[in-house]
């Protein structure tokens, strides 16, 4: 069972290098993952989203294994997780906690199965008790030490024991939140953009490109335009902030989609992350939710792939 071992700590480096891209290489097509008072995420993307997101909320996350142990096809593993609230944390409801530029330290555990055939379903269990937590009011609460975590079922590839920072420290959930619906999907540019608004200062390249034309497909779809205001700096990474409007379909109700606040940077590689807000109106109405986009340069031109999560009401 040394190959698992081995794969966890390959899985905690790339945590604390904050590398989406061998995070992503771990996870099967299919693999889950479930946390107390959030949605399962469904899928390699949507899991890559979570880590994406819970990156964006505790921008300076690392963790440190404590013990790794083996047993038969059993394997437990222990770590501790420190990172700095520094930015916005999406939560279920769609509502985006600002950032509390607290420090949070999480102890914990995680224990899993696996068996030598490809085929087989696998999980891992993990119980965390915070040492310290953000005060943002009384919607922040942190989980018991018997509650459980995090649930992570493969059908093939690797047991992957350590949620590492990003799945400890999202146990920093608001007091009452309905159970969303998850939606995934992908999205591209049917016409290209038209900029406006250059401008060159201290360096950095401000420009503001407007989208005429997108097509968004999965469990949300439609047709949408979208404006985003980029700021290029001199190593060629970027940050970006904007909205998207779609008329859209989603849970068989067809009205006006609002991707909003939509917030995020992009890598020198020209790859994209970002966080949104979903509001509806007219068949939409009362649809609220939050999500992340992963958008990669292509020959074609910018494609995107999207998770989130909405309810009505």
């Known amino acids: 069972m040394k190959a698992i071992a081995d794969r966890v700590r390959r899985l905690n480096a790339a945590v604390n290098a904050h590398d989406l891209n ?3 290489d771990m996870y099967a097509d299919d693999a889950e993952l479930t946390w107390p008072g959030m949605p399962t995420f469904k899928g390699r993307q949507a899991v890559v989203a979570f880590y994406a997101q819970m990156f964006g909320a505790f921008p300076d996350v690392q963790v440190t294994l404590r013990r790794i142990v083996e047993q038969g096809d059993a394997v437990a593993v222990e770590y501790a997780s420190a990172g700095t609230n520094g930015g916005p944390l999406p939560l279920p409801t769609g509502e985006l906690l600002p950032a509390t530029n607290k420090h949070v330290d999480v ?26 937590w953000p005060s943002s009011g009384s919607r922040r609460i942190p989980l018991s030490a018997n509650e459980e975590g995090p649930m992570i079922r493969f059908r093939t590839r690797l047991l992957t024991l350590v949620l590492a920072a990003g799945a400890a420290l999202v146990a920093v959930q608001p007091v009452a939140a309905s159970s969303p619906i998850s939606v995934a999907g992908t999205f591209f540019f049917v016409a290209a953009p038209v900029p406006s608004g250059f401008r060159m200062a201290d360096g950095n390249a401000f420009v503001t490109l407007s989208f005429p034309a997108g097509v968004v497909t999965g469990d949300i779809t439609g047709n949408f335009t979208e404006q985003l205001h980029i700021v290029t700096h001199p190593d060629g990474s970027q940050n970006l902030q904007g909205n998207a409007t779609c008329t859209c379909a989603v849970g068989g109700r067809t009205g006006t989609l609002v991707f909003d606040n939509i917030a995020g940077t992009t890598n020198t590689s020209g790859v994209s992350e970002a966080h949104f807000v979903l509001s509806g109106s007219g068949g939409l109405a009362d649809l609220h939710g939050q999500g992340t986009a992963i958008v990669s340069p292509t020959p074609q031109g910018p494609f995107g792939v999207y998770t989130a999560q909405y309810s009505f009401g």
């Open 22 to 24: 061998p995070i992503g």
């Open 107 to 132: 102890q914990a555990l995680v224990s899993g199965s696996s068996t030598a055939m490809g085929g087989s379903r696998r999980s891992a269990n993990t119980s965390t008790k915070p040492k310290s």
